[in-house]
């Protein structure tokens, strides 16, 4: 199969769809991978690498595009990439569709089958494909929210892990999966005060199994999330409902009854966010204040850290995207947990929950929802 890799063109995103090293793999299996000229740079890999790696440099991304047959990405196709696609592409990225109409019309109008990354399972009902972001992202988001506490930022000047005879920042992490986990592990480590909510009772064990009660965990209600933000100065929204728009934890009422310069980083914000007043920025431009209280809600916080991202990204894809490239999507017959990564096939939503937060009706060609 002749696999593309276009650069990415979302704002401050550095990251790559494919590394020199899985190329190497692609190749190896005899497929053709044609690569954007200057794709790897931000994320430190020459095209000369990729030259190496057995890869053909295109000169742009129509290139790719018509040059492709399976397009692996980073971030969901921006509108100038969606109109390239064709009924013969397999695009293979994240998505995200459930808070995004307009690109989902634009897969739709396509005709190209789409696999979200975010929404293939595994074995044990992980998302192995959004893990190793969400690590990323959830440990991105303590050193963000610690620098977002400064006064010079906006915050309330506090630091988050304090000094000897002054307490340090509370943080309170809302959902106790992949993200939460790791910016709980961060926080504590930095010295924060970190209270983790969650309705899993298993996961709240094994958290308070690793971290000797050095995490306080906490079950997950409405009564509870209230008496936490209350008392937190910092709050990690990481939450997630595979393929869904995120559930709405922190009210706009809620803002005037919290402190001060208190901080809100919205990991959740590709999936429209769990805070009522989130927003997506950039990393230009990452925060915004609404009644005192100071939003950080990049969309694509791994992107900060791409050289990391796209190694871990590439990683985990690699088996999946080889055995599409292998087989075309003949591989969704015999693999269920990439079919449910399937989001849209033939002009047709194919993933139940994507369909039900956009108000559609999905068909299930590969038998994956049964």
């Avoid at 921006?78 to 696609?85: A, D, R, S, T």
């Avoid at 009854?257 to 919205?266: A, E």
């Avoid at 694509?300 to 599409?324: D, I």
Wanted: proline share 6%.
């Amino acid at each position: 199969m002749r696999v593309g890799v276009p650069s990415e063109i979302k704002p401050g995103e550095h990251r790559v769809g494919l590394t020199p090293t899985a190329v190497r793999e692609y190749v190896g299996h005899g497929h053709t991978v044609l690569v954007q000229s200057g794709a790897g740079l931000g994320a430190g890999y020459a095209d000369d690498v990729y030259v190496k790696a057995g890869a053909t440099i295109a000169p742009d991304a129509a290139a790719v595009f018509a040059g492709a047959d399976m397009i692996v990405k980073v971030k969901e196709p921006q509108k100038v990439e969606w109109e390239k696609l064709e009924p013969r592409h397999i695009l293979f990225t994240y998505l995200h569709l459930a808070p995004d109409p307009a690109q989902t019309e634009g897969l739709l109008k396509s005709g190209a089958a789409a696999i979200a990354y975010e929404t293939v399972t595994d074995a044990r009902g992980g998302l192995p494909l959004l893990a190793p972001m969400s690590e990323v992202a959830g440990r991105i988001a303590v050193f963000s929210a610690a620098e977002t506490l400064l006064k010079h930022n906006g915050g309330m000047g506090l630091l988050l892990c304090g000094v000897p005879g002054v307490p340090p920042a509370r943080v309170v992490v809302l959902g106790g999966g992949v993200v939460g986990s790791n910016a709980a592990r961060m926080a504590a480590g930095l010295g924060a005060e970190v209270v983790v909510l969650e309705r899993s009772i298993p996961r709240m064990r094994e958290l308070d199994d690793l971290y000797q009660g050095r995490i306080l965990t906490r079950y997950s209600t409405f009564a509870a999330v209230e008496e936490e933000i209350l008392k937190a100065d910092v709050i990690i929204g990481a939450v997630l409902t595979a393929g869904a728009a995120a559930p709405k934890l922190v009210r706009r009422e809620h803002l005037k009854q919290m402190k001060p310069g208190s901080v809100l980083v919205d990991v959740s914000i590709d999936q429209g966010g769990c805070f009522e007043t989130s927003k997506p920025t950039t990393h230009a431009e990452p925060t915004y204040t609404v009644d005192g209280v100071v939003h950080y809600c990049v969309a694509n916080m791994p992107g900060a850290a791409p050289r990391t991202s796209s190694e871990a990204l590439g990683n985990a894809t690699l088996p999946f995207g080889l055995a599409l490239a292998d087989k075309g999507l003949d591989a969704l017959k015999t693999n269920v947990h990439l079919a449910r990564g399937l989001n849209v096939l033939n002009g047709e939503l194919t993933h139940p929950a994507v369909a039900e937060a956009l108000g559609k009706t999905s068909v299930d060609p590969y038998g994956a929802w049964k």
